[in-house]
């Protein structure tokens, strides 16, 4: 499995609507939903939760993405990473990174969407996490 296979994962899921706990296979998608499809389509073991809140908090997808055997907490960020980001006190929102962009299930663009990493948004990263075993 390579960088590329999780983008190109991710990628299925662009222009999906946004629904909360949405996944692949429901034709609608929210940010774990586009992690969860991009994983799982590279072949990797993961857990998915259900009945999360719309807001995750309490440390909920940090402990969700800690617990996972296939990926890792790494301090530097390269394409095909899951990028955990806060728009306030709390983590609750995923991405994967693309080198340049991000690729996530957006509620106010109602849709998965791919959109450059600025400023504003890398701010947001607050944990990256990589695929254990990228070649």
């Known amino acids: 499995m390579t960088a590329d296979d999780i983008i190109a ?3 299925e899921c662009i222009g999906l609507p946004f629904r909360h706990q949405g996944r692949f296979d429901t034709g609608t998608i929210d940010c774990a939903g586009v992690v969860v499809h991009a994983l799982q389509s590279c ?3 993961i857990t998915d939760r259900d009945a999360y809140g719309p807001v995750p908090n309490n ?3 940090e402990q969700t993405l800690d617990e996972q055997p296939c990926v890792e907490r790494v301090s530097d960020m390269e394409a095909g990473d899951i990028l955990l980001l806060r728009f306030t006190k709390q983590p609750q ?3 994967i990174y693309t080198g340049e962009n991000i690729i996530h299930a957006d509620s106010d663009a109602g849709k998965c969407c791919e959109h450059i990493l600025n400023r504003r ?8 996490y990589r695929v254990k ?3």
Do not use: D, I, T
Not at 121 to 128: E, F, H, P, T
């Open 43 to 45: 072949g990797c073991e």
């Open 59 to 61: 440390g909920l997808l």
């Open 133 to 135: 075993g990228l070649v």
């Open 121 to 128: 948004w890398a701010s947001r990263v607050v944990r990256v």
């Open 9 to 11: 994962a991710a990628r």
């Open 93 to 95: 929102h995923l991405a």
